[in-house]
């Protein structure tokens, strides 16, 4: 793969955790690893050089995930939503030629399904994602002309936007990897995770 086509991964670890009573990204699960080691590490798993967006402050999510060798991105503009974070994180890693964007608080995406989602956009594919059992989930992949779209996000939304918008061009994955769907938002949902 040329430079120019190469594929980075921006991990999104810039939330507040309000729901979870804060610190869930440094969380352990029963293994004794963080929920957003376990995300960096298949994202690494799969090949990818790894951009984590992370609060700026947080130093403590900062520097794990720079202990799992990620490249880290400190994001003032992250209280102001997901869609200033992910414009960071692509901001971050303009270079690339296509991104795979993934949450930190997903730590149980198969690394072979991360595969998947860049080979289909190294094939070609504007966005592709990951689906189980016909809901569409995480990470989702972006084709380099989506750069500038994904430059312009703001507010709490995200991608959903973008997704929504280009709906008919998503490239779908069909998967086994119910992983794709679990985040944690909760400390109950910690019990699927273990």
């Known amino acids: ?71 880290v991105a400190y994001c003032r503009e992250a209280v102001h939503g997901m869609g200033h974070t992910l414009a960071h994180g692509i901001a971050s890693s303009a270079e690339a030629g296509g991104w795979i964007v993934a949450l930190g608080d997903m730590p149980r995406i198969r690394p072979a399904t991360i595969k998947a989602v860049v080979a289909a ?24 002309v989506m750069r500038d779209e994904l430059l312009q996000l703001h507010g ?16 779908r994955i069909e998967c086994d990897d119910a992983g794709v769907l679990l985040d944690v938002d909760t400390r109950e949902d910690l019990r699927g995770l273990d």
């Open 156 to 171: 709490d939304t995200g991608a959903r936007a973008v997704l929504e918008r280009h709906r008919a061009e998503i490239v």
């Open 121 to 144: 956009v190294s094939a070609g594919a504007t966005i592709a994602a990951p689906f189980y059992r016909g809901e569409r989930g995480l990470p989702v992949g972006f084709g380099p």
């Open 1 to 71: 793969m040329s430079a120019n086509q190469h594929i980075s991964a921006v991990l999104l670890a810039a939330g507040a955790s309000t729901r979870f009573g804060g610190g869930k990204l440094m969380h352990p699960l029963r293994d004794g690893v963080a929920v957003a080691a376990h995300a960096a590490r298949n994202l690494i798993a799969a090949g990818l050089d790894v951009t984590a967006v992370v609060r700026s402050g947080d130093v403590a999510v900062g520097e794990m995930l720079e202990r799992e060798n990620c490249k």
